[in-house]
């Protein structure tokens, strides 16, 4: 990404390639940056209701109950209307923790390959930090066991090259793309890149502010079950 004509050390690539290539299919304007958070908005809503349907095939109407239930929240209906990368990074997760539990039930490399796919991308929207999210969901996949999985799948399914296929493809996408912009740059500008990624705080002398993004970050999690946390109806339903 540029910044004023200048290559920048602190944006990842995903969004603006998001919006260049909206751009390219239907002419530069003003609406498709804005439709980008919406749009990826919606299609993580069909995600959630996947991934509820591979957890719990045996709920009939649990799609449609989990996706409800996100498409409701106070905290994420706001959160798709603004202009940011967040929500491409959290369809690039759910694509994730789709294809970790695909494979998991089926045993299929399709799956992890999928994940590790996404997951790359995910660290390209807001970088590394993303493992931070997928490390616990492969975690408890790697020991959960489905009842609709029989002992000898689950035996067979229960191996630790999905982790590492989903780890090697998503580490090799951020390397690959590092390597254009070492060939396109210089190599002070990618060692900058590399440590505005990996090591934020020691780039950018910003530890406090770190500390209160946070606690944002905590109160605003304290919010995304309103309003269906104090709403009694849905309770009763």
């Known amino acids: 990404p540029h910044i004023n004509g200048e290559p920048s050390t602190t944006d990842l690539p995903m969004l603006s390639w998001v919006i260049n290539l909206g751009w390219a299919a239907f002419g530069v304007s003003e609406i498709w940056p804005r439709a980008i958070s919406p749009l990826f908005g919606f299609a993580s809503i069909f995600m959630t209701a996947a991934i509820a349907r591979l957890l719990w095939p045996g709920w009939a109407g649990i799609g449609a109950l989990s996706g409800t239930i996100l498409m409701g929240s106070i905290v994420w209906s706001i959160l798709i209307t603004l202009p940011s990368a967040t929500p491409i990074a959290v369809f690039c997760l759910l694509v994730t923790f789709w294809g970790l539990i695909y494979a998991r039930e089926s045993g299929r490399w ?3 390959i999928l994940a590790g796919i996404f997951a790359g991308l995910g660290m390209l929207t807001i970088g590394p930090k993303l493992l931070i999210y997928i490390l ?17 799948a689950f035996e067979h399914n229960h191996k630790s090259w999905q982790i590492m296929t989903v780890f090697g493809l998503g580490i090799l996408i951020v390397i690959i793309w590092l390597v254009f912009v070492f060939i396109e740059q210089n190599n002070d500008y990618t060692l900058r890149l590399v440590g505005h990624l ?40």
């Open 110 to 112: 399709g799956g992890s």
């Open 136 to 152: 616990p969901v492969m975690v408890l996949e790697f020991f959960r066991k489905s009842p609709n999985v029989s002992r000898e």
């Open 198 to 237: 990996f090591m934020p705080d020691l780039f950018n002398s910003q530890i406090e502010q770190n500390k209160i993004n946070w606690i944002y970050t905590v109160l605003l999690a304290g919010f995304l079950p309103l309003p269906w946390l104090l709403w009694g109806p849905a309770w009763r339903a």
